[in-house]
């Protein structure tokens, strides 16, 4: 009998990515410093046997804004192109103002933080980035309570190779114009509208207010 052959991975597993950026090296920092801008960062990815495609998703913990990005697929070097594209449109020091720590998981698609944290050249940390412990999704509830509002519109076992950034721009406009009890039935929207660089936050996903009457949290049929 042949003997069964691992399956390796082009992105491999190291615990190097570990060192500083453990949740307890998150609690400490927090703790030190307790205006930072937090966001917390997940996919959110389609039918198991369907496309490569899946969301980035990225959460604002102060006011519940969540970005959406298409990923072509969940790798280390998608990421990394995405966050090439904020830095492009933010300006690196906007970016390290706005995007000042991140929590995210152990998923392998998050395991090359430089690409993440540093700018263009990889000669300065602009950002912070730590790891949730495995199993933990608690950790980071915010944003895991949020993609119940991206499964209303796209259930899950969806491939989601035919939403293009167009329909994730609408989906996150729809998520973001929602009202939330918590903030007084304000949306995250209005509340980002209160700090600094919310333009070129907002522009990020061509975010707009909307009044209550136009949110639609309905399944878009593709």
């Not at 970005?67 to 090439?84: G, H, K, N, P």
């Not at 906007?94 to 050249?121: A, C, H, M, R, W």
């Not at 167009?166 to 700090?195: A, E, T, V």
């Amino acid at each position: 009998t042949k003997a069964k052959q691992k399956k390796f991975n082009d992105e491999p597993i190291t615990k190097e990515y570990l060192i500083n950026r453990s949740y307890e090296d998150y609690l400490r920092y927090i703790d030190n410093n307790a205006t930072a801008n937090i966001w917390q960062m997940d996919t959110v990815k389609g039918k198991k046997d369907g496309s490569d495609v899946c969301i980035l998703t990225l959460l604002h913990t102060l006011t519940n804004l969540q970005l959406l990005f298409r990923l072509e697929s969940c790798t280390q070097a998608e990421v990394s192109r995405i966050f090439d594209y904020i830095k492009s449109q933010l300006s690196e020091r906007t970016f390290s103002e706005v995007f000042q720590v991140i929590l995210t998981d152990n998923g392998s698609e998050f395991k090359d933080p430089e690409s993440i944290t540093y700018d263009t050249f990889k000669q300065e940390e602009l950002i912070k980035i730590f790891y949730a412990n495995p199993c933990r999704s608690d950790q980071k509830g915010k944003c895991e309570k949020n993609h119940v509002h991206i499964r209303e519109i796209v259930p899950k076992g969806i491939d989601l190779q035919s939403y293009t950034t167009s329909d994730l721009n609408y989906i996150s406009n729809q998520i973001n114009n929602y009202p939330r009890k918590i903030f007084k039935y304000k949306s995250p929207i209005q509340l980002m509208k209160n700090l600094e660089y919310n333009e070129k936050i907002l522009e990020l996903n061509n975010l707009k207010e909307h009044p209550i009457q136009q949110v639609n949290l309905s399944r878009i049929i593709k």
